[in-house]
């Protein structure tokens, strides 16, 4: 299997104990499907990754691309995952919801 070029990082806010807390798992209920699908659609060669809590629950739902490491806040709605996804195709990420 080949390593893929990107990792798509998403918050799903679990803690300590498998415990979900915070915003980022309230928010982003068929999320990871639309951006796997979105994935595919594009053809892009990322893999999706849920995963703990990523600190930064004031800001949610997060989403971290790596190797890239552009940090996204607010990654809610179906709009914001299309603009990162073209952004991701561009080599420019979309400022609206970059961490700085």
């Not at 997060?62 to 890239?68: A, D, F, L, M, N």
Request: hydrophobic share 35%.
């Amino acid at each position: 299997m080949a390593t893929p070029k990107r990792q798509i990082i998403v918050c799903q806010s679990f803690r300590v104990a498998g415990d979900k807390k915070g915003i980022c798992h309230k928010q982003t209920e068929g999320f990871l499907q639309y951006l796997e699908e979105e994935i595919l659609d594009r053809d892009l060669d990322c893999m999706v990754t849920a995963t703990t809590c990523l600190k930064q629950c004031e800001s949610g739902p997060i989403v971290v691309i790596q190797p890239e490491n552009w940090w996204f806040k607010g990654v809610s709605s179906e709009e914001v995952i299309d603009s990162i996804l073209d952004g991701l195709q561009d080599g420019t990420p979309p400022a609206d919801h970059l961490i700085t």
